[in-house]
């Protein structure tokens, strides 16, 4: 049983390069015979992890092209392709520029792991093309937009990678001052605690119950105005705990 060749049955291709081709277009390369070039390129990485769908584009010696997903004979349909790639990496960018949280920065490194593999294949591909079509001076528009791609998609996987750092070193030193701030203030409550438990051990153990001479003092005036010191004592304890650090 023949295998199905990801060339287009009706191109008229040199026979070296259905040969060269099995049932997949495989990686993306440039192959060149008796002045045909034919561009295997990948779609965008698919969102599901799975295997990118190849894109073919042929050149003949007169300087027509074809392409596998558009009618088009010039470089239009290849340049389409290169455009699919910019607003897929300014999507990115600006969501790269909203980013907080590391789930953020994560969700951009994981989308853009592929696209960099992709579009540094696709910018080696093209700049062989050049080479091999060293007149053709409109392959040299091309290769720029696939190498400035590359860059971009580099740039956006740096940026993501240290906003990812910066991220959970940050955490972290909240997490670490948080810890600190009720460290400090457990010592504090426990000063306070160390100094009053003779008198409440005592106290308790003992059931004193000593006459103060307010029991009928003013009542219940003489109640009311020890709870408001008590309470104001329990403001001023809470003044002299730390407080935790915010940062700016």
């Known amino acids: 049983m023949a295998v199905s060749s990801p060339i287009p049955h009706n191109w008229d291709v040199p026979k070296v390069f259905r040969d060269r081709f099995g049932a997949r277009a495989g990686r993306q390369r440039v192959m060149s015979a008796d002045g045909h070039l034919l561009l ?42 290169l455009e699919e790639f910019v607003a897929a990496i300014d999507g990115l960018e600006a969501r790269a520029a909203n980013a907080t949280r590391a789930k953020d920065w994560f969700s951009i490194l994981h989308e853009v792991a592929p696209l960099n593999r992709t579009t540094l294949g696709m ?26 791609n590359e860059r971009a998609v580099e740039l956006i996987t740096t940026h993501a990678r240290a906003g990812l750092d910066f991220t959970i070193a940050q955490n972290a030193e909240n997490s670490a001052n ?19 438990l003779p008198i409440t051990a005592l106290g308790a153990l003992l059931g004193t119950n000593l006459k103060s001479g307010l029991e009928s003092w003013n009542a219940p005036y003489a109640f009311w105005a020890v709870m408001a010191a008590a309470l104001v004592l329990g403001v001023l304890v809470r003044i002299t705990l730390p407080r935790a650090k915010r940062d700016d």
Request: proline residues 3%; charged residues 25%.
């Open 178 to 196: 948080a810890t600190e701030h009720v460290v400090q203030s457990q010592h504090r409550l426990n000063l306070i605690a160390a100094t009053f």
């Open 123 to 148: 910018a080696a591909t093209l700049q062989e093309a050049r080479d091999l079509a060293k007149n053709d001076r409109d392959l040299i528009s091309l290769r720029d937009l696939a190498q400035e």
């Open 40 to 81: 295997i390129l990948h779609e965008l990485p698919r969102p599901d992890g799975g295997e990118a769908n190849a894109r073919l584009y042929w050149r003949k010696p007169d300087g027509t092209w074809r392409s596998s997903s558009s009618s088009a004979t010039t470089l239009g349909a290849l340049r389409a392709h």
